[in-house]
């Protein structure tokens, strides 16, 4: 274990990932973050330098996470002038985590080359909890022996490690999985505010779809959460808003209409508008059930 470690975006997965590798023996030791305070009290705690420049994480070790918010956020860091990541990078490895248009990991795997560094997309179908117990959903994508390079690092954040194909393939597939579950989370709001407004007992209701053809990995993290309005923050409604708007970019790039994402997209755009964007996606179901902000 060899390898230093550097983090650029230490919010919740970001920082919890940091901590995985901390506790798995890696030297972490430098994080950044644009909210410093957040990278100042991970930085004490793992013994890690706190980076107030992007060159400064480049500089300090040789696989460096980022695990920013959106794409013009990605290629910020990652800029062609100015403080970036790019600076001083040669030999290093990136692993991008965040869920970002795929044309946007392309050109990220692009610049990376052409000053003699490598990337690698490490997109992530989990949540707070996976990212601290190493028990991601990770999918990579982008040359093959970078991914091999870096492979015993992925496997201590990763229960399922999965390599996908070239830059911007893993993104497609993320994107994917995320359109399916927003669609199966607006969905299921429906149906449990529709149940809620019958009369009919939810906590029966959820077992009845727990087992038929109305169950889903959505209703067994988010349904119970709808009904008691339980909304604490693991993937937020701006962030399945953010997601279900790429996979739409992506159906309209290969002349596909898509109107359930649309719709989808639709209802999460309306929780940001209600000023509920920063709940869970769960929040959702604030919009079907009667008497709450729909």
Not at 23 to 32: E, N
Not at 228 to 234: I, Q
């Amino acid at each position: 274990m060899t390898e230093k470690i550097g983090f650029v975006g230490v919010g919740r997965m970001g920082g919890n990932m940091a901590r995985r590798l901390k506790d798995c023996g890696y030297a972490v030791t430098a994080v950044f973050d644009t909210h410093a305070p957040i990278a100042a009290e991970l930085a004490r705690e793992l013994g890690a330098t706190h980076a107030t420049q992007l060159a400064d994480v480049a500089a300090a070790a040789d696989v460096i996470f980022t695990v920013v918010t959106d794409d013009a956020a990605q290629l910020a860091v990652f800029a062609e002038s100015g403080d970036s990541l790019l600076r001083g990078a040669a030999g290093k490895v990136f692993v991008n985590c965040a869920t970002i248009s795929p044309a946007v990991h392309v050109e990220i795997e692009r610049r990376a080359r052409a000053v003699g560094a490598v990337s690698l997309e490490g997109c992530m179908a989990s949540s707070i909890p996976q990212a601290r117990n190493g028990t991601l959903y990770l999918m990579c994508g982008g040359d093959r022996a970078t991914f091999d390079r870096v492979k015993p690092i992925l496997e201590k954040l990763s229960s399922a490690l999965r390599y996908i194909g070239p830059a911007g393939q893993a993104a497609q597939v993320k994107a994917l999985v995320n359109m399916v579950m927003n669609i199966n989370t607006a969905g299921l709001a429906e149906g449990l505010g529709l149940g809620a407004a019958l009369g009919l007992n939810l906590d029966m209701l959820r077992e009845v779809f727990l087992q038929t053809g109305a169950n889903s990995q959505v209703l067994k993290t988010d349904g119970e959460d709808m009904q008691h309005r339980a909304h604490d923050c693991f993937f937020s409604g701006a962030h399945a808003a953010k997601d279900s708007g790429i996979a739409l970019a992506l159906g309209e790039g290969v002349g596909l209409k898509l109107p359930l994402a649309a719709a989808t997209k639709a209802q999460f755009d309306r929780m940001i508008a209600l000023g509920l964007g920063g709940l869970d996606k769960s929040g959702v179901a604030e919009l079907t059930f009667k008497g709450r902000h729909g």
